[in-house]
């Protein structure tokens, strides 16, 4: 069965500075990469897809599938990037059935 | 464009009980999919429902069962409830299509005592 690891469930990171929050995840086959945000009384909603190979709200995330990671970064944090950020891997392309990780916290310090 | 609505808000229920949950999907969308998120965990899947058949479920016991109407909306019912389903149930849709990401509702907040 498939499984996603975030290590962390708090990161504080102050602005401007680089963030890094790590996602690790088994399974045997090709699976599909995602990471979730929720905001502060938001719902839940899409940042991004490895597929996608986008750069959103100037985070970027690479399938490594040596390392099984898929680590989400930005260069410079800003005060907005506040939220709770989940990964999460669908091994039904098209079809997202997702096993989300725990999720990181991740506070930015003005 | 109307969002993922999920009814009620909040619920509170006795152990032994039968809830069922409600939501509606966002226009355009023909495939709902059920969530169970306990505390300080990330969302676990339940099942997914597509043209109104059961199109996929997770590690969840029989007591855990679902319908999708023709109008795409869809309930999560729960027989005989345990302290363990305390948890918020999110609703989320999308297209049947490649790409097609998942929209989610705010939840339902299930509290058994």
């Known amino acids: 069965a498939q499984r996603v690891t975030q290590p962390e469930k708090l990161l504080s990171v102050f602005k401007g500075a680089p963030v890094e929050l790590k996602c690790n995840y088994s399974y045997s086959g090709s699976p599909e990469l995602f990471w979730y945000v929720q905001y502060s009384r938001q719902r839940l909603q899409l940042l991004l897809r490895h597929i996608s190979r986008e750069s959103i709200k100037g985070f970027t995330a690479d399938l490594n599938k040596g390392e099984t990671s898929f680590h989400l970064k930005k260069p410079f944090a800003q005060e907005e990037d506040s939220a709770m950020y989940y990964c999460a891997l669908s091994t039904n392309f098209g079809n997202e059935k997702l096993t989300f990780g725990t999720g990181t916290r991740l506070t930015i310090i003005p | 464009e109307t969002g993922v609505t999920q009814s009620p808000t909040h619920l509170i229920k006795t152990r032994g009980q039968q809830v069922t949950l409600r939501c509606s999907s966002q226009s355009g969308h023909n495939t709902v999919s059920w969530y169970q998120q306990a505390l300080g965990q990330g969302p676990q899947f339940i099942f997914q429902?597509?043209?109104?058949?059961?199109?996929g479920r997770g590690n969840f016991p029989p007591r855990f069962s679902g319908l999708q109407f023709p109008n795409y909306s869809s309930e999560l019912n729960v027989n005989a409830l345990e302290l363990d389903d305390s948890a918020l149930y999110l609703c989320?849709?999308?297209?049947?299509?490649?790409?097609?990401?998942?929209?989610f509702g705010n939840g339902t907040r299930l509290t058994v005592t």
């Open positions: 429902y597509y043209r109104e058949e059961e199109n």
């Open positions: 989320a849709s999308s297209a049947m299509e490649y790409n097609s990401p998942l929209h």
